[in-house]
């Protein structure tokens, strides 16, 4: 089942926020909200608190159980960009956009969560070269 979560009109553009999404996709919810509460963006903190309303989505309206949800999509869109203007030099104007995006997240419990098995940890030191033999001189 998938359950989703939307944030819209956020006051950040889509292209700060897409980097913190990018990092979440395709991973376990515990993995998704280390990542997110770590991770020192603002953007991080917005994605974190649309993730946590879709892990809410999913206990309350559809009795799912969180550890076995995965991210199955983050995406952020761009929403509407407020337009202002800003005095400049010799009576002209500039463009100032301040720019907005929505965050959607989908959660799912079809996507079987896949734990990569323990690396093999090197045993002493590094293998060692032989080492040469001291040349003679030939009589």
Wanted: with cysteine; net charge positive; glycine share 4%.
């Amino acid at each position: 089942m998938e359950v989703k979560a939307i944030q819209r009109y956020v006051r950040m553009s889509a292209f700060k926020v897409r980097d913190v999404t990018r990092e979440i996709q395709g991973r376990p919810v515990a993995a998704a909200l280390d990542i997110v509460s770590f991770s020192p963006k603002k953007a991080a903190f917005l994605v974190q608190k649309t993730l946590k309303s879709a892990i809410a989505n999913a206990e309350n309206n559809h009795n799912l159980r969180a550890d076995r949800l995965v991210v199955k999509e983050a995406v952020a869109g761009e929403g509407a960009t407020i337009k202002r203007f800003i005095p400049k030099a010799r009576g002209s104007a500039g463009p100032i956009r301040k720019r907005t995006c929505h965050i959607f997240i989908t959660l799912s419990d079809e996507i079987e969560i896949k734990k990569r098995a323990p690396k093999a940890k090197a045993r002493g030191a590094a293998k060692k070269k032989p080492a040469r033999k001291a040349a003679t001189p030939k009589e």
